[in-house]
């Protein structure tokens, strides 16, 4: 079987879609990646993956541009003639969606997380809302990652009777192993892992990061990700300035992020809008308690008070109120929140779920006769 991927990000594909690529590979089939090149795709290139470079935007919203990606999606699936076509995040899930339901190439679709692009009820999450509708309506199967977005789109008519719950993109277990609480004498450190940009929740993080670092000696903040390049400018500034404040200390692109975590006492995810974020996964699995906005895709990796804290999203505020809450504990305490979060991804999130309901997704289409409908 030849499978095709269209997606927008070549790390997020790596990082979370790596074993379910290489599972492809076990079961003897050829993948194909279509995605905007970067300097990670050299990483999906040495999973045995043929690159494709796709002119997609991940953030522009150009009609011009849109349609040339239509018609580029359009001239890939009559050169390539893939069997089955996976497709990941927005873009990719509304042109590559329409694409495949117009040539009646067998396709799967997921939808990763929402945006406020699709929830601001403005004109043109009217517009994306439509042709989402028509996109994924032939789909062999729609899968979301947290049951918000689930009920969001399907009372709009969006994926009523083709869809499927998953735990996210689940987190590798063994992988992400349970890591021993560090020892707390030189600080209590809080990691933060997110591409820098506004929607992650970038500005009211430095802002809080500046407050307490101010108030309590003993915290460290850790940040890790790479600039949105639109983005870079305004931010990178500001970073700088609290770096040499000694308040924070900047990372960059970490490869190899469970080890960071290891490091860290808590993890802390400030984002706007989540489809189910990765890294309260891996850090839950890890054994790190988690603080995280109160949104659909952060509250379902943890029970809250339990293995983490949840605060309301877009508030200094209420970020700096429960870190707070969280260095009042006792390191027993904290230690506890960790392990109790290990436990309920354990229960709840293991990654291989996810790659069982493809393989059963691929299982069905195989049995409808590979290439029949084309």
Known sequence: MKILILTNYANGLYLFRKELIERFHERGHTVLVCVPPDEQCKKIEQLGCRLIPAALERRGINP????????????LLKREKPDVVLTYTIKPNLYGGLVCRLKKVPYLCNITGLGTAIESGTWLSRILLRIYKVAVAKAGRVFFQNESNLQFMQARGIAKKNSMLLPGSGVNLQQHAFEPYPSEEEGIRILTV?????????????????RLASEHKKILF??????????????EPLIHRLEEKKVLKYLGHVDNVHEIMAGCHAILHPSYHEGLSNVLLEGAACGRPLLASDIPGC????????????????????????????????KKEREAMGVEGRKWVEAHFDREKVLAAYEEELQKITEAGIGGTK
Request: proline letters at 3%; a negative charge; one cysteine or more.
């Open 64 to 75: 011009l541009k849109d349609f040339k990606l239509l018609c580029f999606y359009t001239g």
């Open 194 to 210: 997110i591409r820098i940009m506004r929607e992650k929740g970038i500005e009211e993080y430095l802002e809080m990061a500046g």
């Open 222 to 235: 850790f940040l890790a990700g790479e600039y949105e390049e639109e983005e870079r400018e305004k931010y």
């Open 299 to 330: 509250r379902e990796t943890m029970q809250p008070d339990i293995s983490g804290m949840l605060f309301a999203p877009c508030s200094v505020d209420a970020m700096s109120e429960v870190t707070e809450r969280f260095l009042l504990l006792g």
